[in-house]
């Protein structure tokens, strides 16, 4: 009997990112990074599936012989193309390169695999009210303690725009926007959704000349106002290489 290990993350995070992930006929070989206890790895040996763990100490509390200690801020201990997936559960928000980290995410993924990544969603709607009120999102309340630095701190918060940014100029495709879920009191922020909508329309329509970013830039907004960035507790994306 397995032990139960702690997801240490918001709630059905690792049930979404596992059926995406299940999507893919063929999972030769998953990482899973940063990888912590262990939680989603063992979700994943016990599917039968070949799946490396990474992160920057040993802190698992299942046996994976695959584990290597990996420093994601920096070149990652893995082969060119060697990956069909890869799995990033809340941890790009914790970097300090995170460029870096989604272009080695591309070196050692296989042609048309594909990486997933969830982060807290500081696009949603009751994030934003507690910025304007505190100039801090969910997930980060309070100023970091400057005086006791930790890798455990969320200095790199990504909005949906960054995070895409990013994969799309290291060579992903973003094909999947979904959430973990949404909480009964987001909803309450519904009423500022048609405001919203107004004026980031006025506002990309006002600023961008450029007439292939005005097509971009629909896609963008496509999805910033869908439920699952409007509205949910944690931003999972799918992107393909």
Not at 88 to 95: N, P, R, S, V
Not at 136 to 154: G, Q
Not at 156 to 167: G, V
Request: glycine share 4%.
């Amino acid at each position: 009997m397995s032990v139960k290990i702690p997801e240490n993350t918001s709630k059905n995070t690792h049930n979404v990112v596992a059926q995406i992930l299940l999507e893919e006929k063929e999972l030769d070989n998953v990482l899973d990074i940063p990888s912590g206890s262990g939680s989603f790895t063992q979700r994943l040996l016990e599917k039968g599936i070949n799946v490396h763990s990474g992160d920057i100490e040993n802190i698992m509390m299942v046996e994976n012989k695959n584990f290597n200690v990996a420093d994601m801020n920096h070149t990652l201990p893995y082969d060119d193309n060697f990956f069909s997936a890869v799995v990033c559960i809340d941890g790009i928000e914790h970097l300090e390169r995170p460029f870096d980290f989604i272009r080695e995410c591309y070196r050692i993924t296989k042609p048309g695999g594909r990486v997933i990544i969830s982060t807290p969603n500081i696009n949603a709607l009751r994030s934003r009210w507690r910025w304007f009120w505190t100039s801090h999102h969910n997930k980060c309340k309070t100023p970091l303690n400057e005086n006791k630095p930790t890798p455990l701190h969320h200095i790199n918060m990504m909005s949906y725009q960054r995070m895409r940014y990013i994969l799309h100029t290291s060579g992903f495709k973003i094909n999947k926007v979904t959430t973990n879920r949404v909480k009964g009191i987001s909803w309450l922020y519904m009423i500022f959704a048609p405001f919203s909508w107004l004026a980031t329309k006025f506002v990309f329509g006002k600023e961008e000349k450029d007439p292939q970013q005005k097509k971009v830039n629909k896609e963008i907004v496509s999805d910033l106002f869908g439920k699952s960035l409007l509205f949910g507790e944690t931003m999972i994306l799918s992107a393909r290489k």
